[in-house]
């Protein structure tokens, strides 16, 4: 695979003129963004902006009517199927209906990207790793349920475990914590933390939950009518001029 | 004039090349590196062993029914001697493996619609797709191969209680000894019978396999798609089924029996 060299090869993800309409439905107008490696950056916006619809681009999900979109190095849109396969192992996408694999057992959906996405062969060792990854969500007796007999809170868990257990280099949490009871959503933004810290973890945090943003954010940007309109840390947005983005943080 | 016509037809144009893209990537993953032999041979007990109950009941009946209204009409020529070889070699050539391919149209590919199509619906397709592992291997390469695989199977069992039913049937209204019957009806048939007839069957599996995954894995959003994927890949299955038997009547035709 040809490696594209950017300039600053710390850069993880960078966007520029990003645009994406669905008919008339013009959701993406012009998103510029910049992502370091080793960062995690909040995304705030109102429903139905545009958040999913940016970071499925990212992992060329969705493609984009117009704008570059490099992530690690290599143009999304310039890739050939195998070359995006490669990336996207890569990258973790965290779903927001976390989207478990509904015919196997909650064991089998994590060690599912074990074995396809890490090529490890070891049953011993993948079950050991399954068991682990569980336990950092708070659900080891979960292994053998399947997704059906699952609470909302508890997919959303398991979905993110599935999405860590690769270790990937950039993780998408598209609202890791919405659903779930506030003790359950500070370990989840403290897992999000530690995964930072530990792996060197470049994260997308879209999330409407204060709290979450407070603990993980190096940086937030506020998306409003299909652009980033503000960005900064959580400090300084909480004091911003502007009433309206101020008020996402007094809710 | 001509750009008219072109965006007239461009939805055709458009499934054309979709159905063509989808065709090549299945090859494409059948001889790539990773078969998914785990998900291969549990698709193969849901699309071959879930089906044998109603694959049985029908080739029975079909039989069955086949004798008792041939019986009466070969009786006043003298034929009736002959029931069990038309039932064989009508049911052997045409109308087992059809009528077996339609019932698994009904119920597999439609099956199939749906679940890859509620798979699409919850994300769970591009959940897979996004963790960089082989959606296409896993979901449509064992799906399609299990179909092409199980569907002559049924085929045959259907055949084989199809001549149990005229049995059956043949000793209703007269009688016959087992060995008689079977002897007639299996000694009628040749390899050409089977040949053609298997080689059909192989293309319905296919046909019933990869029309139910184009439809699930390409359905839309919104949860009233998983229905309309179910049913338009019983409909488009059940179509191609007639069509190529249609050919392949005509095949066998010009080339085995002249
Ligand atoms: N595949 C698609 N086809 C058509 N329209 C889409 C598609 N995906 C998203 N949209 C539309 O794009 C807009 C933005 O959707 P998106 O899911 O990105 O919102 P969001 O900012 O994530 O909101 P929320 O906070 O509620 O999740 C919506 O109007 C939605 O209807
Ligand atoms: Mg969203």
Known sequence: MPLFITKRMETAIEIKGLKKSFGDNEVLKDINLTVEKGENLVVLGRSGEGKSVTIKCIVGLLVPDDGTLNVLGHEVTQLNEDELDELRKKIGFLFQQAALYDSMTVGENLAFPLSRVLDMKDKNEIHEKVMDMLGNVGLEDAADKMPSSLSGGMKKRIGLARTLIVQPEIVLYDEPTTGLDPITSREISELILQMQKKYKTTSIIITHDMECARITADRIVVMSDGKYIAEGTFDSLQKHEDPFIRSFFNA | ?258
């Open chain 2, 1 to 258: 004039m001509f750009k008219k016509l072109l965006d007239k037809q461009s939805p055709l144009l458009e499934t054309t090349g979709n159905i063509w893209y989808f065709l090549t990537g299945f090859f494409k993953n059948t001889f790539t590196r990773g078969f998914e032999w785990e998900e291969f041979v549990k698709q193969c007990y849901f699309i071959g062993y879930k089906s044998l109950g109603i694959v049985i009941v029908t080739g029975f009946v079909l039989g069955f029914v086949l004798t008792l209204q041939t019986q009466p009409t070969l009786k006043d020529f003298g034929a009736e001697n002959y029931v069990p070889s038309m039932v064989s070699i009508s049911v052997v050539r045409e109308i087992g493996p059809v009528i077996t391919s339609l019932i698994c149209a009904g119920k597999i590919a439609s099956g199939i619609g749906a679940e890859l199509g509620s798979m699409r619906v919850t994300e769970q397709i591009d959940a897979m797709e996004v963790s960089g592992a082989n959606a296409t291997q896993y979901l449509v390469v064992t799906r399609v191969l299990a179909c092409t695989l199980m569907i002559p199977l049924l085929a045959f069992f259907a055949d084989t209680m199809a001549l149990v039913g005229g049995f059956v049937g043949m000793n209703i209204s007269g009688s016959m000894s087992m060995t008689l019957y079977f002897n007639k009806a299996i000694s009628s048939l040749v390899f050409s019978d089977l040949v053609p007839a298997t080689i059909k069957t192989v293309f319905f599996g296919f046909v019933i396999g990869f029309v139910g995954c184009y439809n699930g894995y390409n359905s839309k959003r919104g949860t009233e798609s998983v229905g309309h994927a179910a049913n338009k890949a019983v409909v488009a299955a059940s179509i191609t089924i007639i069509l190529i038997d249609a050919i392949a009547v005509q095949l066998t035709n010009a080339f085995v029996y002249n």
